[in-house]
C-alpha cells in the first residue's frame, strides 16, 4: 500500500512542477513584454512563442484598449488557471 501512495505522491509532484513551470514561463513573458525585451533575442522568442501556445486559448480573451492590459490579462488568466489546475490535482492525489 505505501508504494501506491509513494507513487501517488510523486506523480502529483510532477503535475504541480509542470504547473507552476507553465505559469513561470507565462508570467516570464508578460514581465518581457512590460519591460519592452527585445524580440530579435533568442531566448525572448523562446518565451514568447511557448507562451502563446500555453495561452492560446486566453490569449485575445480580452479586449481592452491597451495593448498591455491584453496581455497581462490574457497570459495571466492562463497561469493563474494552470497552477490552480495544476496545484488542485496534485493535491487530490495526495489525499
Known amino acids: ?5 509513494s507513487g ?16 513561470l514561463i507565462l508570467g516570464l ?3 518581457m513584454y ?12 523562446f518565451v514568447h512563442d511557448t507562451a502563446s501556445w500555453l495561452a492560446g486559448w486566453s490569449h485575445d480573451l480580452f479586449t481592452f484598449d491597451e495593448a498591455w492590459a491584453r496581455v497581462v490579462a490574457g497570459y ?4 493563474v488557471v494552470y ?6 490535482i496534485a493535491g487530490r492525489m495526495h489525499r
Open 76 to 79: 495571466g488568466l492562463a497561469a
Open 29 to 31: 513573458w508578460i514581465l
Open 1 to 5: 500500500m505505501s508504494r501506491y501512495h
Open 8 to 23: 501517488t505522491n510523486q506523480a502529483g509532484r510532477v503535475i504541480a512542477v509542470v504547473a507552476d513551470v507553465m505559469a
Open 34 to 45: 512590460l519591460l519592452d525585451a527585445n524580440r530579435g533575442n533568442t531566448l525572448v522568442e
Open 83 to 88: 497552477l490552480f489546475i495544476g496545484h488542485a
